[in-house]
């Protein structure tokens, strides 16, 4: 399944485009407290995918 996943809801920030090694950004800690980001993804239409639970995992790099 292709898809990407963007920083805003209008979705005019790529992060990544579902492949093993997106290029996501460095969350960097305020005073040592952990960070959640907001992430959005958005689907191409017609592709032929099983109905079901689909995942994945994404990694990024806490300073």
């Given amino acids: 399944m292709q898809y990407n996943l963007h920083s805003d809801a209008a979705c ?7 492949t093993s090694e997106s290029n996501l950004p460095t969350l960097v800690p305020v005073n040592h407290a952990p960070r ?9 239409t017609r592709q032929f ?6 995942s994945n995992r994404m990694k990024t790099k806490q300073l």
């Fill in 12 to 18: 005019s920030y790529l992060w990544g485009e579902g």
């Fill in 49 to 54: 995918v099983s109905a079901g639970i689909h």
């Fill in 36 to 44: 959640t980001p907001d992430i959005f993804g958005r689907l191409p």
